[in-house]
């Protein structure tokens, strides 16, 4: 095990996304009009990305059967569907997984930056694409905050075109929206899969992640990369005209014991070029990628805004509305209001198109955080589902955490340990001398909540050789708002050393209606090191 030299510290809108008419009692039930959009006959196309030449397409042939209809704030105004299944959007903070399917990427490794590369991904696009989801929330990026004004549950009318203050909002990412990272090599990516093949590498990849109850997956999506020279769907087919799209699992058709598991078809859009937003932003020399953050970015706003599609908000104005989201009323800006541009983070900046603003009747790149008084994510934290945030510490910094000095560890960087999930996790101690480590974050567990369970991955190990002495200790406690100490769950110490990482949890419903600190404090005493490394470490509230 390493000592302390080794802890070296990772639009125009875009029409004809539709909803299947299939869901029972959701407040939404349409039919594609617009032929030349990818969803038509394909209603499972959530949110499609279309490329540039079809969206040209489709603008013709909506300029010429347009409805005269408005709502709310005009013609581009989306209403919320009701729920389906109980989930209209993200209300809480959102968790990206991505999921790197199929051996055709070659071998992975480890960039500087703690972030997965592979010898089939001759651009960076994987690295890129968890970069920038560690970047969200970060860097006081506003971008994340238009979603912000968007919400679900029983205080939210189906129809309605604001929110009460009382209803639960989309969450603000703080500390980045990436949740983790899994190379799937263990079969090859198909060379056109379907959406029921997509669906099931999302059941499996939550199965991987230890995502395996309704209530881990309720502000999780799941974002299958596919690999160059593949055609997921039909894309880069004749006919397909599609960059992207999501879904979830009960639409394709697949069933799941985890819960509803929402889904991105996230292919490799470089293999389209400029039809598919390469150098849109940034031009064909610097902005090879552009294509890769424009477009999943535009999928990740329509799932955190309608994450059961149609059970979110979608455009309905209009004899001839397609159920556009809303990154499709946005798509394909290049000038003007809501053009797309760089969108800069806490760790650089990405290309990003605009989504649409209910409140601002525009398409906006930034927006205020919004929230509201209700039990939903609101900015960020409270409410019900995951009210901690950088849980698996995968956006490459402390905040929130507090950190002691070099506790932030990645694959990478750090010798010796490697993270649960991801490339990143907290390496306490493990010196082998006097010495003392914490990392702790302040949490608001909100009343109305019946329950809340504390839980992390803990891995021990020691070059301690008793049996019967507990030399280094791991204290986890938790500690009101004037940092005197409430209570103390559990200590761990050398005699609890295992050769991998155990999932400990603990019943924190009474702390509901409190704002509290969850606490974790290693110490060693002169010899013989102990490292307690830490891992994906959640707060979960129902």
């Not at 040209?56 to 389906?84: C, I, N, P």
């Not at 055609?231 to 009960?250: E, I, K, Q, R, V």
């Not at 509803?260 to 389209?272: G, L």
């Amino acid at each position: 095990m390493a000592l302390n030299m080794m802890k070296t510290v990772v639009a125009t809108a875009v029409l004809g996304l539709m909803t299947s008419a299939a869901y029972a009692g959701t407040g939404h039930s349409n039919k594609i009009h617009n032929p030349y959009s990818p969803a038509y006959g394909h209603t499972y196309r959530h949110g499609a990305v279309p490329t540039r030449e079809t969206w040209g397409q489709m603008r013709r042939f909506e300029d010429t059967h347009a409805s005269a209809t408005t709502a709310a704030t005009g013609t581009k105004t989306l209403s919320y569907g009701g729920g389906v299944d109980g989930i209209g959007v993200t209300s809480g903070t959102p968790k990206v997984y991505l999921v790197v399917y199929g051996s055709q990427w070659g071998s992975a490794g480890t960039d500087a930056n703690g972030n997965m590369t592979l010898s089939g991904d001759s651009l960076g696009a994987v690295p890129y694409l968890e970069s920038m989801f560690k970047g969200l929330g970060t860097g006081g990026e506003l971008w994340s905050g238009v979603m912000t004004q968007y919400c679900d549950g029983s205080a939210v009318s189906s129809g309605a075109t604001s929110c009460p203050s009382n209803a639960n909002y989309i969450g603000y990412p703080t500390g980045g929206a990436f949740a983790g990272i899994w190379y799937d090599n263990s079969v090859s990516s198909p060379s056109n899969a379907t959406a029921a093949q997509l669906a099931q590498e999302a059941i499996k990849a939550a199965a991987h992640f230890g995502n395996t109850t309704a209530a881990s997956n309720r502000y999780v999506q799941y974002v299958i990369l596919s690999p160059t020279g593949t055609h997921p769907d039909g894309f880069n087919t004749s006919g397909s005209g599609f960059c992207a799209w999501h879904d979830w699992n009960g639409d394709a058709g697949v069933s799941s014991s985890y819960g509803d598991i929402a889904f991105t078809n996230m292919p490799y859009v470089a293999d389209m070029g400029t039809s598919c937003g390469q150098g849109f932003v940034n031009g064909s020399s610097a902005g090879k990628l552009d294509g890769f953050s424009i477009v999943e970015g535009h999928e990740y706003a329509e799932t955190v805004t309608d994450q059961n599609p149609a059970g979110g908000w979608t455009n309905h104005t209009g004899s001839s509305s397609n159920g556009q989201e809303n990154g499709d009323e946005c798509a394909w800006i290049s000038s003007g209001q809501g053009a797309s541009a760089n969108v800069s983070m806490g760790n650089g900046s990405y290309a990003m198109q605009s989504t649409w603003s209910n409140d601002t009747n525009e398409c906006d790149i930034s927006h205020p955080i919004v929230t509201g008084s209700g039990s939903g994510g609101g900015g960020g934290g409270g409410g019900s589902g995951q009210l901690l945030s950088n849980t698996g510490f995968e956006s490459g910094s402390a905040a929130p955490w507090s950190l002691s000095s070099g506790v932030l560890c990645s694959n990478s960087t750090c010798s010796g340990q490697s993270a649960h999930n991801g490339s990143w996790f907290a390496w306490l101690d493990g010196y082998g001398s006097s010495h003392t480590d914490t990392a702790s974050q302040s949490v608001s567990i909100p009343s109305g909540n019946t329950s809340a369970t504390l839980a992390f991955y803990l891995h021990i190990d020691t070059a301690e050789t008793t049996s019967s002495t507990a030399y280094d200790t791991l204290k986890v406690q938790v500690l009101n708002s004037s940092g005197s100490v409430l209570a103390t769950l559990h200590t761990y110490s050398n005699l609890n050393a295992a050769s991998g990482y155990v999932q400990h949890s603990f019943d924190l419903s009474s702390y509901i209606g409190q704002t509290v600190t969850i606490k974790f404090t290693g110490t060693e005493d002169s010899s013989n090191q102990t490292s307690f490394v830490l891992d994906d470490i959640t707060l979960n509230a129902q």
